[in-house]
């Protein structure tokens, strides 16, 4: 499984990393941009992310942004629907308002921090991913 | 180098409850470590670097409490809030739940509980770290050392 983290804290994409790095290859954004351009590196190199994990509250580009254009891309290239990255958006806040707005960008689920590590690894095996530590 | 309330006094409760009660707790190190898969050392590394950054993630809030800039401080707040919860820096991670508003009021005292509650994480976490030193120690005491 190849997996993109992208949070502006350091703090937050370190925990994530820690969690999803025994179960496959992370890579890590540091804002909206960054998960743009390492999403379209990716595709071009021919090893598109499977997961990618991404804050809402971010400056700048914000996750629902980040989302959206990730969907807007895949749509450009024709991704089928089973080719496209699956998303999991995370987010401090329970704000009902929130979770209806990520929804609309794009995701597959919604965590509030802080990540709880089986609660996100059994949104990754709902996700139809195969989870096994990787030895 | 970190400030300190030097010469004043600290109501005495018990290691790692919150003021608030609730069960919140200063730091839940327990669910932490658990969630890290035991790994004692990453739990260090991350709560280390998480203290290290926190004087100028300070620092930002202060100037936007300054600057009257709650759109700013709400950000910065909310920032701190999801690192504190992802370390389970619980009480830490609670605030912003009594004072994310859309205007300043209350800036101040959200400021000066936040300032609070990060020192009160850092001496926790310091002592927790420092004991677990001493104990380590003590494993590889003189009882251990030959020759």
């Known amino acids: ?135 | 180098m970190r400030e300190r309330e030097m010469g004043m006094g600290r109501s005495i409760r018990p290691a790692g409850l919150a003021a608030g009660g609730c069960g919140t707790r200063v730091f839940n190190e327990e669910d932490f470590l658990r969630n890290l898969g035991g790994d004692r050392d990453l739990v260090r590394t991350i709560v280390t670097m998480f203290l290290d950054d926190a004087p100028s993630g300070m620092e930002c809030l202060k100037e936007a409490v300054d600057r009257n800039d709650a759109a700013e401080m709400r950000r910065l707040a909310h920032k701190m809030k999801g690192a504190a919860a992802n370390i389970r820096a619980e009480a830490l991670a609670h605030i912003e739940d009594n004072g994310s508003r859309r205007d300043m009021t209350g800036a101040a005292s959200l400021f000066e509980a936040t300032r609070r509650e990060l020192e009160r994480f850092r001496d926790l976490f310091t002592e927790k770290t420092d004991r677990a030193r001493d104990d380590e120690r003590g494993d590889a005491g003189p009882g251990n050392i030959s020759g």
């Open chain 1, 1 to 135: 499984m190849k997996i993109l983290i992208t949070d502006d804290d350091f703090i937050s994409r370190n925990v994530l990393h820690a969690i999803l790095l025994p179960y496959g290859r992370c890579d890590i954004a540091a804002d909206g941009q960054a998960a743009l351009d390492a999403f379209m590196l990716a595709h071009d190199e021919g090893k598109p992310y499977d997961l990618i994990c991404v804050d809402v509250q971010m400056p700048g580009m914000d996750g629902h942004e980040t989302l959206k254009r990730i969907r807007a891309l895949e749509t450009e290239m024709a991704l089928p629907e089973d080719k496209r990255v699956k998303a999991i958006m995370v987010s401090a806040s329970r704000d009902v308002k929130n979770v209806i707005a990520a929804k609309e960008s794009g995701c597959e689920a919604y965590l509030v921090k802080p990540v709880e590590k089986e609660r996100l690894l059994d949104e990754i095996r709902e996700l139809k991913f195969k989870v096994s530590a990787i030895s």
